[in-house]
């Protein structure tokens, strides 16, 4: 049973369309010239050529996709480093107007051919420290000095040095003199440019921000390094919620490399400690570890490609499910009975025959509950050519069902009895309705006075602003027949989401630094978007914005907090336990996958009105021109057919590039940050 499993009171089965709601680029949009040079992400110029062939395709979709705008949401400050090395610092007054400060420079990296350089990174670590990595190896924990006479000035009190570049990806506070930074790295070493492969570090360090060194001496000073952690491709994401990190990532990271300090000593004990956490690893499809001499793109397409005991089609008015069995069984083999709620059904063994793997595992739970009722009158099944054939009547017509069956009530923390979905499977008729009414729609307006809006089944969801816009083509239609929009295409493609696997890493109570477990979840999802702040989750009191990642279901995204109170009480079961559906996006993966050009999807979560707003950043580039901001709205309240979305230019053209966004609040109103090569973009009154 996936641990996503969707509240049918939060969906939309009728959903029409999304409408415009006008926004006035006069009035929603702020640009704010950045100083000096403004800001850039291209930092290869300062390096030999060479470097080029050292980037291979999982490190160039990460570079695409990073965020060069930081915040810290307590004092409502963010910094980025500027096209000359500078660290610029910023802050908004309640007339939203920002004040840009030069805080210090970063020393100009030196050419070389050892390492492809990272892009500079920086983490907020107290209300007037921050971390800064300068891309190339070195960790800066730079002090700023606030007065209210003079500008914030920064200086760096303390210097770290690796033997690698690498990207800061999250912090955790433990006290006021310890941290936790969580950072990747790329493996480029020989075997790896041999054997074609990428291998990368997940890597926890420790830091007493308060602890000052010589950073002008020659004896650099190494930090306090936890644990490291290898795998096949970097996290989309990373948080440290309550008491573990959360990874989302295309592949796991497992084999924990070093030991702590005191361990190091004893090579016995060293050992032991691997030992365990290998023990521990939970090793699924797309698994990418030491031990595994597969190419990990080999896993991800074998876990794409896995089979399942039975595929299903729908439309308006009935359900058709095909069950395969072996060749040599007869319906008196099979008992199946329908009722309004229920699906039972059981087949007696043959010796001569073996039913599948899959087909056992469904059969293990004779009875099921359908997600919906339906009328078992005008339900009936067959057995012909080596397959049950089930038809099933809908009660309610024009409602298109998630899934066939609903997921068992009962709080069962061994995972290993759940019971997988499974996917629909997209008829061609289903697939040509859609091809036919991009040709054929020309409005979608509908009249105020209508009680009753004309609900078309195999309407599909087009948003009217962008009607113009879609292409749907033969190469599509083959990655829809398999139900998947594919990944965050970050100006590559016009395929959508992210399939990654999620990760829990708890920690020993006795010593915070030694991990217990890592657990990693048996499939993949399809991340859609990702929350808009990187702040931590680790305080027990309540926060502003809820954490939730919106996924991918059928045309739909659904927003899913984690099981927060299983991660209080210290125990690994983020991954088992159920995760809570709060709010729905219909036909979000839709809508997005006519994108050419997104660069990054974030969403903004507002506990006060239970509303989820979806933001998708097209790249936009002086060349290129224009680029978007594309904002989805969830439904208003007791509107089952129709939602409002919105659009406002805020990069290309002589802004440039987008590089980054943000979210902060002024006098109690969110406003939205994004960061160009030449502007600071400032959104309000959109939500």
Request: aromatic share 10%; hydrophobic share 30%.
């Amino acid at each position: 049973m996936s641990i996503f499993q969707p509240t049918k009171s939060l969906l939309y089965p009728q959903f029409e369309s999304y409408k415009l709601k006008p926004l006035d680029p006069e009035e929603n949009i702020l640009e704010y010239e950045l100083p000096g040079q403004g800001a850039t992400q291209s930092r290869f110029s300062n390096y030999s050529s060479s470097f080029s062939n050292h980037l291979n395709f999982k490190e160039v979709k990460n570079r695409i996709g990073w965020d060069h705008l930081y915040m810290n949401y307590k004092t409502k400050k963010g910094i980025y480093i500027d096209k000359e090395w500078n660290v610029i610092g910023f802050s908004i007054n309640d007339d939203l107007v920002p004040t840009f400060n030069q805080l210090i420079s970063l020393p100009i990296p030196i050419s070389s051919t050892n390492q492809q350089s990272e892009f500079p990174s920086a983490l907020s670590l107290t209300l007037n420290k921050w971390a800064i990595s300068s891309g190339h190896g070195t960790l800066y924990i730079l002090e700023i000095s606030s007065n209210s006479s003079i500008k914030d000035q920064g200086k760096f009190i303390a210097k770290y040095e690796f033997d690698y570049p690498f990207l800061l990806r999250s912090q955790h506070i433990i006290s006021e003199n310890e941290i936790k930074l969580l950072i990747t790295r790329s493996i480029n070493d020989k075997e790896n440019q041999k054997n074609k492969t990428n291998t990368f570090e997940l890597i926890e360090i420790s830091i007493n921000p308060n602890e000052l060194n010589q950073i002008d001496n020659n004896n650099n000073e190494i930090p306090k390094v936890n644990w490291k952690l290898k795998g096949g491709d970097l996290p989309i994401y990373t948080s440290w919620i309550n008491n573990g990190w959360l990874i989302l990532s295309p592949e796991e990271f497992n084999e924990n490399s070093i030991s702590n300090s005191e361990k190091e000593l004893d090579s016995t004990v060293k050992g032991e400690e691997t030992e365990q956490v290998k023990g521990n690893s939970k090793l699924g499809l797309g698994a990418s570890t030491i031990r595994d001499q597969k190419d990990s793109n080999d896993k991800i397409d074998i876990d794409r490609e896995r089979s399942y005991p039975y595929s299903w089609t729908q439309d308006s008015d009935s359900i058709n499910i095909k069950l395969p069995l072996p060749k040599g069984y007869k319906r008196e083999n099979i008992k199946l009975n329908l009722t309004s709620t229920t699906f039972t059904i059981s087949i007696s063994s043959k010796e001569e025959t073996n039913l599948s793997a899959e087909l056992s595992e469904f059969l293990k739970k004779p009875v099921k509950t359908f997600w919906t009722n339906i009328d078992p009158s005008l339900s009936t099944w067959t057995l012909s050519n080596d397959q049950i054939e089930i038809d099933i009547a809908k009660i309610d017509h024009n409602i298109r069902w998630p899934s066939v069956f609903s997921p068992s009530n009962e709080d069962d923390d061994d995972d290993e009895d759940e019971e997988e979905e499974v996917p629909e499977t997209l008829s061609k008729e289903f697939l040509a309705s859609v091809r036919e009414s991009f040709n054929n729609i020309k409005s979608r307006e509908q009249e105020e006075e209508d009680d009753e809006p004309n609900v078309n089944f195999q309407h599909p969801t087009i948003p009217a602003l962008l009607r113009e816009e879609m292409d749907f083509d033969e190469e599509e239609e083959d990655d829809n027949n398999n139900n998947n929009l594919g990944e965050f295409n970050n100006g590559q493609s016009n395929k959508i989401g992210k399939e990654v696997f999620i990760g829990f890493i708890n920690f020993n109570e006795k010593n915070g630094n030694d991990i217990s477990t890592i657990n990693w979840s048996k499939n993949t999802i399809n991340i859609l978007s990702l929350p808009l702040s990187q702040q931590s989750y680790d305080k027990e009191e309540e926060e502003e914005e809820e954490f939730g990642i919106i996924i991918k279901s059928a045309f739909d995204g659904l927003l899913f907090s984690p099981p927060f109170s299983a991660t209080k009480t210290n125990d690994s079961n983020l991954i088992k336990k159920q995760w809570k559906h709060i709010s729905t996006n219909p036909a979000l993966s839709f809508v997005l996958s006519s994108k050419k050009d997104l660069r990054l999807i974030k969403h903004l979560n507002l506990n006060n009105n239970n509303k989820t707003i979806v933001f998708a950043f097209d790249s936009g580039t002086s060349s290129i021109g224009q680029g978007n901001i594309y904002i989805y709205y969830n439904p208003e309240k007791n509107e089952k057919f129709y939602s409002k979305q919105s659009i406002l230019p805020i990069s290309g053209g002589e802004k440039g590039a987008l590089l980054g966004i943000n979210s902060i609040k002024i006098n109690e109103k969110q406003i939205i940050l994004a960061l160009t090569e030449k502007y600071l973009i400032i959104l309000k009154d959109i939500l």
